[in-house]
């Protein structure tokens, strides 16, 4: 098992930032990569970005590229996104989620999700 906790969201003006964590824990030698995925209001969890736990491999959604790097630090068993020029948009509860396989762009593509953290961009 691994568990995941999700910390930094919170509510910034547009244009503003904000830096997203994940603390994993548990059998995290299992864990292949971790990911990004938000979910707004109504709408379907979608995939923002992922990083290759071994190699740092990054991919992100088409409408965050630019503007949000994901990062990791292993000796600290933590993944982060640094989200910069926030929209409304981006407004949504983003997700930690571990595992992977296939694309790893979509939620049953991952096994271990964390609680979610608010992100609010007000105009």
């Known amino acids: 098992q691994v568990q995941l906790v999700e910390s930094g969201g919170g509510l910034v003006q547009v244009g503003g930032s904000l830096r997203l964590s994940c603390v994993a824990s548990?059998?995290?030698?299992?864990?292949?990569?971790l990911a990004w995925f938000r979910q707004a209001p109504g709408k379907e969890r979608e995939f923002v970005s992922v990083?290759?736990?071994?190699?740092?491999?990054?991919d992100y959604a088409d409408s965050v590229k630019g503007r949000f790097t994901i990062s990791r630090d292993k000796a600290k068993n933590t993944v982060y996104l640094q989200m910069n020029n926030l929209k409304p948009e981006d407004t949504a509860v983003y997700y930690c989620?571990?595992?992977?396989?296939?694309?790893?762009?979509?939620?049953?593509?991952?096994?271990?999700w964390g609680q979610g953290t608010q992100v609010t961009v007000s105009s």
């Open positions: 990083i290759t736990w071994m190699y740092g491999s990054t």
């Open positions: 989620a571990g595992g992977g396989r296939g694309s790893m762009r979509y939620p049953e593509e991952y096994d271990y």
């Open positions: 548990g059998r995290t030698f299992s864990t292949y990569c």
